[in-house]
């Protein structure tokens, strides 16, 4: 069955220094890949996806994240933290030709110190 | 445009009560789905609805849980009777598509207590 790992149910960093957010899948064939983002008392949002062509992708609030089959890792990064990109992140997978059914990590909650 | 709503936002019922939750997608959107994360897990997939058709709910837990679509446009999912286990956030989400090329979106779920 397909999985996903979050490395990290918990990270903080400072202000002003780069985010890494660890995701890997179980998969042999390359699935969509998705990043959520949830603040306090709201839904998820859409930060970024992964479906085909370039490997780097650029999401919202200058988040992005690299598809790197090898290593079946999909980790997002940014390189400067902000105070309001404190959340839980959760990446997910929806598997080939398993129509639009999402697979979740468990979330990594997201600190940042002033 | 209008999100997906639903609601209620939370919910306290005893055991072995009733609880229903609904969920008003975007409007148009055909495809629905329901998730659930229960305390200090992963968000699970609950099922999919493709207008008022059950396209895969391969993720309901037992018969206790029944999820409708009257008529495609909003859902409920029913809990009866509910049990401890059942606590948890229960989001719901719609599609225009059914692929996920275009993700989806997600409201901002409904947290159930049950005591």
């Known amino acids: 069955a397909q999985s996903v790992t979050q490395l990290g149910s918990h990270v903080s960093v400072s202000e002003g220094a780069l985010v890494l957010l660890r995701c890997n899948y179980s998969s042999s064939v390359p699935p969509y890949l998705f990043w959520y983002v949830q603040y306090p008392n709201q839904g998820l949002q859409l930060l970024l996806k992964?479906?085909?062509?370039?490997?780097l992708v650029k999401g919202i609030n200058g988040f992005e994240a690299e598809f790197k089959k090898s290593e079946t890792s999909f980790h997002l990064t940014k390189p400067s933290a902000h105070m309001s990109d404190a959340a839980e992140y959760f990446c997910?997978?929806?598997?080939?030709?398993?129509?639009?059914?999402?697979?979740f990590g468990q979330g990594t909650e997201l600190s940042v110190k002033p | 445009e209008a999100g997906v709503t639903q609601f209620p936002s939370h919910s306290v019922i005893e055991k072995g009560q009733t609880v229903t939750l609904r969920c008003d997608p975007i409007s148009g959107h055909d495809n629905l789905y329901w998730y659930r994360r229960v305390m200090g897990k992963e968000i699970k997939f609950l099922l999919h609805f493709v207008k008022e058709s059950k396209q895969d709910e391969s993720g309901m837990p037992n018969n206790r849980f029944l999820a409708e679509r009257t008529g495609g446009t909003y859902s409920t999912l029913k809990v009866q009777p509910a049990e401890l286990e059942d606590s948890g956030v229960y989001f719901c989400?719609?599609?225009?598509?059914?692929?996920?090329?275009?993700?989806?979106?997600f409201g901002s779920g409904t947290r159930l207590t049950v005591v």
């Open positions: 989400a719609s599609s225009q598509w059914r692929t996920q090329n275009y993700g989806y979106t």
């Open positions: 992964y479906t085909t062509g370039a490997t």
């Open positions: 997910a997978v929806n598997p080939y030709n398993q129509g639009g059914k999402l697979i």
